[in-house]
């Protein structure tokens, strides 16, 4: 697939497709990317925009500090960044195990800025903490959120300066094959090119469809909603979030979004079959803000004046593994790229999984993280869940 000049069409223009687009274009493809809606008009405009390495694996760990490599340079386009700090909470010891060890990976992939905290410390931090049942945290001091839908619309501003082009409200309808690549149709016409990328999110399995591809996208719904406060709180509230992987933790996370106003959201949801993305309900459920007020109550008991204000629910597009796909489904055909499945962190994953997509596009494998060849959607990957 090497050369210049490719004439490449995006998918989708949420976190992952924008990211994409910006990759190829700033290494000279000839980019067009479109949506049915608007930039950020899938889950990447309903997220809660935590960008963070709190984690504990090698290469999980590696991937975001390119993420974070490209988020510093669009900052330098306009790019509003609130670093606020992740506090991840431990529950037991291997929980507090696991958070050790990030220290140490974080650290040999240059990142410093992360601390274990005891209760006390956490409380030094988070006065309005319960740390009952809470053995310990980590804490990146150099992490935190921003607003995807400003992340999009920049990106795809940086893609049309580099010469590519934009079209939303313009639906993929049907692919067919021409020459080497493809013929598009679309619900504003007819759109040629060499190779396409399916990056539609929560739809990648019916964008998959259209190119004779099966995908497994599983969408699974969550739910978050503003918490407005009496008054200000006289610090900043963090990102906390009650989980390690694997862990007991209930999935709460909460973090500041403005003087008196906060943000929370469970992580962990029961596993489901999957949502219809044409026909899910968008909307925070009686059911779910008890559960919410509930384990707020557990672990932040005295929120001055706490109510909550409004509320949203948006799709996890999750893989079978849980690790994002990036790669050509069929590796005898390299002018379809998937890049899809990020589930709950698609807007801190989306900048290295867009290098990653251009990468397959102009090199035909990962050339600059070779190890994220494990992403590719391979047949042992890309099943249903067992
Ligand atoms: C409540 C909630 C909180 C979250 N919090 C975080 C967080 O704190 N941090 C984090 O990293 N992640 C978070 N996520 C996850 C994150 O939002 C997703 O992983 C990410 O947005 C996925 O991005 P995407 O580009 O794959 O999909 P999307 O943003 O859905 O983009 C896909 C796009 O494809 C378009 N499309 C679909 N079909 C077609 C077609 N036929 N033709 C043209 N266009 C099409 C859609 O309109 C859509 O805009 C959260 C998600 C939710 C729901």
Redo the contacts with the bound molecule.
Sequence with gaps: MAGSRQKIIV????????ATAWNLAVRGADVTL??????????????????GTQHVDDFEILIRTHSLRHIRHWRTCGLDFHAIGYMRLGRDGRDMALLEKSIDLQKAHGITSARLLNPTDIRALVPHMNVEGVAGAIFGSEDG?LD?HQM?TIVSGLVRDLGGSVRQN????AADRRGGGWRLT??SGIMDCDAVVN??????P??AR?FGQALHVVAE????VTIHLSEPLPYVMP?VMDLVQGGVGTGL?IRHDRPGQLIT?I?KVAASAGEN?DSYNDQLDEASKEQLAELLLERMPELPGASFGRG??????KSSDGRPYVGPIDGRDPTVVT????????????PVLGQLAADWLLEGEPASIPEARRLLPTAERNRAPS
Excluded: K
Excluded at 11 to 18: D, E, P, Q, S, V
């Design positions: 998918i989708g223009a949420g976190t992952l497709g924008t479109l949506d049915q809606g608007g930039i950020a008009s899938g889950s990447s405009g309903r997220s809660v925009g935590v960008v959120f995807p999009c313009c639906r993929l309808i679309t619900s990056a539609a999110g929560a739809w990648a019916q964008v259209a719904r969550h739910q978050a990102m996370n959201e992580h993305p949203w629910a948006g799709l996890y597009p890049v899809a499945g990020a589930g709950g962190y698609g807007i801190q994953l989306g």
